[in-house]
């Protein structure tokens, strides 16, 4: 089984940052791209930022310059730094990952749980 499980969001006020953090962990044994997407009310589920297992990134048009995405392959886990937060960017934010799980060399895409951020005017 594996597991992607989020940490990091909460409330903020405009202008401020918090930082995410999502670990991967059970049958696994290769992790490739990994990503962060987010959910507003009422909006479809959209990419903010990717990350291959090489470091290479790339993000949402609204979010260059202000977030960041990293990861640590020695840990399994990716991060996405948020600074100069908007009202805008408040939403649930979704992990996800492209795993080959270690019981049978079988590769999927797994999500975490969610977090919520949530930015005040």
């Known amino acids: 089984q594996v597991q992607l499980v989020e940490s990091g969001g909460g409330l903020v006020q405009a202008g401020g940052s918090l930082r995410l953090s999502c670990a991967a962990s059970g049958d696994t044994i290769c992790i490739s791209a990994m990503g962060w997407y987010r959910q507003a009310p009422g909006k479809e589920r959209e990419l903010v930022a990717g990350?291959?297992?090489?470091?290479?990134?790339n993000y949402a048009d609204s979010v260059k310059g202000r977030f960041t995405i990293s990861r640590d392959n020695a840990k399994n886990t990716v991060y996405l730094q948020m600074n100069t937060l908007k009202p805008e960017d408040t939403a649930v934010y979704y992990c996800n990952a492209d795993i080959r799980r270690r019981s049978d060399w079988v590769q999927g895409n797994y999500w975490g749980q969610g977090t919520q951020v949530t930015v005040s005017s």
């Open positions: 990350i291959t297992s090489y470091g290479s990134a």
